[in-house]
């Protein structure tokens, strides 16, 4: 367990650049640790030191939600929300601690002991239930687990001396293919690439095909020769390590078990585009793993693989940070990563220009997440055959799955391109299954009939999100908590997607409490098909992916739910009007509005 220590917790941000406004965002992350919130005379110091508005930094402060500008409590809890976990029974684990504690969900207790409430998915849909005390993940949560929270929480125990077993996180992997069954030998791929060079090294990457983990699938090795060869006095190399799509946590167990071969990717990046200064932005519910990776980095630095004179050559200088994250779904789009790096709210540029000619601070700059860097130093050591052996022709290599929901083995896969959804259900012993969500919340869902799709950029591309739905689960909630989940996450920037996540939400509502109609149904095809279009970012281009394909392969769990086939207002303006009637006295025609809806 890490020490709720923000000394020891904080990453290596160079703070010491004390008038940086870049570093603005990692200072209130470390006044929310210290103080549970940022204080006022604190916002004006930053105001004054950093040159910045107290309006900029409120709000900066009221985008991230780990950041709260009037205190929380002194055991500050967060249940993870995702549907995954509520299938597991956490809203009434976290109703119990509330009976058990005296507070309300989403309140703070007036004796500022516990502040309780829910969050986002914080990446443990393996080991759900699970929530966050003060930053640190618990897991596997019980009523028996619950209890013995609520007794802690009472007795005023420091969260240091909690039982190490509450925090356990397993790095456990349920199948492994090439990547995750090759022995990795730390710096063999630095030292590959010194002795053949950086055009080999790209030649090699483009040879194997490797292409984007997260989803896109655009080719590596031409994302890291654009930016070689954007003139610049500085390139720099970013890990996005903000695994924030629901149902996702394969980088989670990639940053638990193999650093290593993530910063080895890192700095083979660095080499072939110049850069000397790589970040890792770690999302915040994974602060768990800040000490263990600060370790690694150190052991590298130690043993000639990061740092000065890489492995002897005087003109390989590179080092990498970590820098947190606060709790904001949007920053894992790359431009809003970047925002977010320089101190600001997360909210995504417009493109062109991208990172790679104009990114962070204005240079060019390299941004793949944890999954691409591990296979790119992988393909390095072992060779571009290795990589090729399995896979497809369009989609060489392997996939990475976090594997939850209504299975019986859920965790960690390792798959090649072009395995089916089929093969992958027998795999992790799903039966019964009704449908899969396939990429997350911003994915797809597939309904059995298209279960010999197969995981592909060519067919179904994916970031590793795979979660499974039995016969025996009411798909409407699981589209509903993605949709809620996405008017949550909304940057708000572009009125599409404000406006528009609020209005599937309350069109949603509608549907399940069977006041809905088919033209509501056709105002929700119409609602989501203008916010793919017209949104500013792919947040709001994907936020009705699961209303959209929930209406065109579901259309039943919609239909079973509708009052009727005319229209119901969601507004009846003449029943408004008895009030005014009882007082007058009148009941008469002329006292209706013939119609009254609206």
Same mark, same amino acid.
């Given at each position: 367990m890490v020490e709720d220590n923000p000394k020891q917790t904080m990453p290596d941000m160079h703070i010491d650049q004390e008038n940086d406004p870049s570093t603005l965002l990692q200072r209130l992350i470390k006044l929310q640790q210290s103080s549970r919130y940022i204080p006022d005379e604190a916002i004006n110091h930053l105001a004054e030191s950093l040159d910045l508005s107290r309006a900029f930094i409120l709000g900066v402060i009221q985008f991230y939600s780990f950041?709260?500008?009037?205190?929380?409590? *002194?055991?500050?809890?967060?249940?993870?929300?995702?549907?995954?976990?509520?299938?597991?029974?956490?809203?009434?684990?976290? *109703?119990? +601690?509330?009976?058990?504690?005296?507070? !309300?969900?989403?309140? $703070?207790?007036?004796?500022?002991?516990?502040?309780?409430?829910?969050?986002?998915?914080?990446?443990?849909?393996?080991?759900?239930?699970? /929530?966050?005390?003060?930053?640190?993940?618990i897991t596997r949560l019980t009523p028996e687990r619950i209890d013995q929270l609520a007794t802690l929480i009472e007795q005023a125990v420091p969260l240091d001396?909690?039982?190490? &077993?509450?925090?356990?996180?397993?790095?456990?992997? %349920?199948?492994?293919?090439?990547v995750l069954n090759s022995n990795y030998v730390p710096g063999a791929a630095i030292l590959r690439c010194q002795e053949e060079g950086t055009e080999?090294?790209?030649n090699r990457l483009e040879q194997a095909g490797l292409r984007g983990c997260g989803g896109a699938g655009f080719s590596t090795a031409r994302k890291w020769q654009l930016c070689a060869t954007t003139q610049a006095i500085e390139h720099y190399v970013i890990c996005n390590a903000d695994e924030g799509e629901p149902g996702t946590f394969k980088d989670r167990y990639l940053l638990q078990a193999h650093a290593d071969r993530l910063f080895e990717g890192m700095t083979l990046c660095a080499a072939a585009i110049g850069a000397t200064r790589g970040i890792l932005y770690l999302r915040g519910e994974y602060r768990y793993l800040l000490e263990s990776l600060q370790r690694t980095l150190q052991q590298r630095r130690g043993n000639s693989l990061l740092g000065h004179a890489i492995?002897?050559?005087?003109?390989? @200088?590179?080092?990498? $940070?970590?820098?947190?994250?606060?709790?904001?779904?949007?920053?894992? &789009?790359?431009?809003?990563?970047? *925002?977010?790096? *320089?101190?600001?709210?997360?909210?995504?540029?417009?493109?062109?220009?991208?990172?790679?000619?104009? =990114?962070?601070?204005?240079?060019?700059?390299?941004? @793949?997440?944890?999954?691409?860097?591990?296979?790119?130093?992988?393909?390095?050591?072992?060779?571009?055959?290795?990589?090729?052996?399995?896979?497809?022709?369009?989609s060489p290599g392997t996939k990475l799955l976090s594997i939850s929901g209504d299975c019986g083995q859920p965790g960690i896969y390792e798959f090649p391109f072009g395995t089916s959804i089929n093969d992958i259900l027998v795999a992790c012993q799903a039966h019964h299954t009704q449908a899969v969500q396939v990429g997350g919340a911003a994915g797809h869902l597939i309904p059995p009939a298209e279960f010999n799709r197969t995981l592909a950029f060519e067919d179904l591309a994916t970031g590793g999100s795979f979660m499974v739905f039995n016969q025996g689960? &009411?798909?409407? %909630?699981?589209?509903?908590?993605?949709?809620?989940?996405? !008017?949550?996450?909304?940057? =708000?920037?572009?009125?599409?997607?404000?406006?528009?996540?609020?209005?599937?939400? %309350?069109? +949603?509502?509608?549907?399940?409490?069977?006041?809905?109609?088919?033209?509501?149904?056709?105002?929700?095809? $119409?609602?989501? @098909?203008?916010?793919?279009?017209?949104?500013?970012?792919?947040?709001?281009?994907?936020?009705?992916?699961?209303?959209?394909?929930?209406?065109? %392969?579901?259309?039943?769990?919609?239909?079973?739910?509708?009052?009727?086939?005319?229209?119901?207002?969601?507004?009846?303006?003449? /029943?408004? +009007?008895?009030? /005014?009637?009882? #007082?007058?006295?009148?009941?008469?025609?002329?006292?209706? #509005?013939?119609?009254?809806?609206?």
């Open positions: 950041l709260h500008s009037s205190p929380r409590g *002194e055991y500050d809890i967060l249940f993870s929300d995702n549907i995954t976990d509520q299938m597991q029974g956490s809203r009434l684990l976290a *109703e119990r +601690l509330s009976r058990h504690l005296g507070v !309300r969900v989403g309140q $703070t207790r007036d004796d500022q002991r516990i502040s309780l409430d829910y969050t986002s998915c914080i990446g443990m849909g393996d080991q759900g239930p699970a /929530a966050l005390v003060n930053g640190q993940t001396n909690w039982p190490t &077993e509450l925090f356990q996180v397993s790095a456990d992997v %349920k199948r492994r293919d090439i080999e090294l790209l492995l002897g050559q005087d003109d390989f @200088n590179f080092d990498i $940070t970590i820098q947190m994250g606060a709790g904001a779904y949007i920053c894992g &789009e790359e431009s809003a990563l970047i *925002e977010s790096l *320089e101190g600001r709210r997360g909210i995504p540029d417009v493109r062109p220009p991208f990172p790679v000619t104009r =990114g962070y601070q204005g240079m060019p700059t390299v941004v @793949n997440n944890v999954e691409t860097f591990i296979n790119a130093a992988m393909i390095i050591q072992q060779g571009t055959g290795w990589y090729r052996s399995v896979g497809t022709t369009q689960r &009411e798909l409407l %909630k699981a589209i509903d908590n993605f949709t809620r989940f996405f !008017r949550h996450e909304s940057c =708000g920037f572009c009125t599409p997607c404000r406006v528009g996540t609020s209005l599937l939400v %309350k069109q +949603l509502e509608k549907v399940m409490v069977g006041h809905a109609t088919i033209r509501d149904l056709d105002e929700l095809g $119409t609602l989501g @098909n203008l916010m793919r279009q017209t949104s500013h970012c792919g947040l709001g281009h994907t936020a009705a992916n699961p209303v959209l394909d929930g209406l065109q %392969k579901f259309p039943g769990i919609f239909q079973s739910r509708l009052r009727s086939t005319s229209f119901e207002p969601a507004f009846d303006l003449d /029943a408004s +009007l008895e009030e /005014a009637r009882t #007082l007058t006295g009148r009941s008469d025609s002329g006292a209706h #509005l013939e119609g009254g809806g609206v």
